[in-house]
C-alpha cells in the first residue's frame, strides 16, 4: 500500500518564490501587449467604420441634403413673394443662401487631404491605381477576421528592436489601407507576404529595468489610445454609429428613407403654393 502510493502521487508543485522576479515580470508585459494590441484592433476597426459612414453618408445622402435645402429655400421664396413680409423676405434670403456656400479650403479639398498629407484616394488619381470608395460602412465578417489576424502577428508593439519595429510599421499601414477599402484579396496576398517573409527573432532575457520601461510605454500607449477612442466615440458619426452598432449600413438606409418623405413633404408643400 504505501509503494502504491510512492508511485502514484502526483508530483510536488513548483514554489512560487522559486520563479525569477523578471520572469513573472517578463509575462506581465507580454500580457500588456497583447491586451494593447486588441485594444489598438478595436479602435482601428471602429476609427474605418466612422471614416466609412462619413463617406458614404456624404456619397449617398448628400444629393437629398441638398435636395432639401433647395426645396426650403423654393418655398420661403414662395412665401415671402405670396406676403411681401420683410420678415419673410429675410428668411427667403437667409434660406437660399444655405443652398449654395461658398465653399471654403477645407471643403474644396476634403476628399483630397488628411492628417497624413494626400488622402489614399487623392494618391490614386495621381498614380496608376484606381480608386476604390467604401462599398460598405462595416467592412466584411471575412475581411474583419483576416485584418485580425494578421495586425495580431504583425504589430510593431511585437518588435524587439528598432529595424524591426520599422518593418512592421510600414507593413501594417498597408494592412490598415486594404482593410479600409475592404480588400480581401488584399489582405490574403498580405497575410502570405508576411507568413513567407523574416521571422520576428525570439526576445531574449529581458533585464528589470527594460521590462519596467516597455511597461510605461504600453501604459503611455493606451492613454492615447483611449483619447482617440473617446474622440471617434464623441463624435457626430460616432454618435449615429453607436445607435446601429449591429448593422451600420441598414442606419444609412433608414436615414436615406427619412430624407426621401421629407422630400415628399416639401415637394407637397412648394406644390401648395404654386397651386395657391
Not at 97 to 108: D, F, K, N, R
Amino acid at each position: 500500500m504505501s509503494e502504491q502510493t510512492e508511485h502514484t502521487a502526483p508530483e510536488e508543485p513548483a514554489v512560487p518564490g522559486d520563479e525569477r522576479p523578471e520572469a513573472r515580470l517578463e509575462r506581465a508585459v507580454r500580457a500588456a501587449e497583447q491586451a494593447l494590441i486588441e485594444f489598438e484592433i478595436a479602435v482601428e476597426t471602429f476609427r474605418v467604420e466612422v471614416e466609412n459612414f462619413s463617406r458614404l453618408h456624404h456619397q449617398k445622402l448628400g444629393p437629398m441634403y441638398s435636395r432639401l435645402d433647395e426645396l426650403d429655400a423654393l418655398i420661403a421664396e414662395a412665401k415671402a413673394a405670396r406676403s411681401g413680409d420683410p420678415e419673410d423676405l429675410r428668411r427667403a434670403q437667409e434660406a437660399r443662401s444655405l443652398v449654395m456656400p461658398m465653399p471654403g479650403v477645407e471643403e474644396l479639398f476634403h476628399d483630397w487631404l488628411d492628417s497624413d498629407g494626400l488622402s489614399d484616394d487623392a494618391a490614386a488619381m495621381l498614380t496608376d491605381r484606381s480608386v476604390q470608395p467604401p462599398q460598405r460602412v462595416r467592412p466584411t465578417e471575412e475581411v474583419r477576421r483576416l485584418y485580425r489576424e494578421l495586425v495580431r502577428k504583425a504589430h510593431p508593439d511585437l518588435a524587439q528592436d528598432e529595424a524591426e519595429r520599422t518593418r512592421r510599421d510600414a507593413f501594417i499601414s498597408r494592412v490598415n489601407a486594404a482593410y479600409g477599402r475592404g480588400e480581401e484579396r488584399l489582405l490574403r496576398e498580405l497575410a502570405e507576404e508576411w507568413e513567407a517573409g523574416p521571422a520576428p527573432e525570439e526576445a531574449g532575457p529581458s533585464e528589470s529595468e527594460e521590462l519596467y520601461a516597455r511597461l510605461e510605454w504600453l501604459s503611455q500607449r493606451k492613454e492615447l489610445l483611449s483619447l482617440v477612442a473617446k474622440e471617434l466615440e464623441d463624435s457626430a458619426i460616432g454618435a449615429m454609429l453607436r445607435m446601429a452598432p449591429d448593422d451600420p449600413d441598414r442606419l444609412l438606409e433608414e436615414i436615406a428613407e427619412q430624407l426621401l418623405a421629407q422630400v415628399s413633404e416639401r415637394e407637397a408643400e412648394l406644390a401648395s403654393y404654386s397651386a395657391g
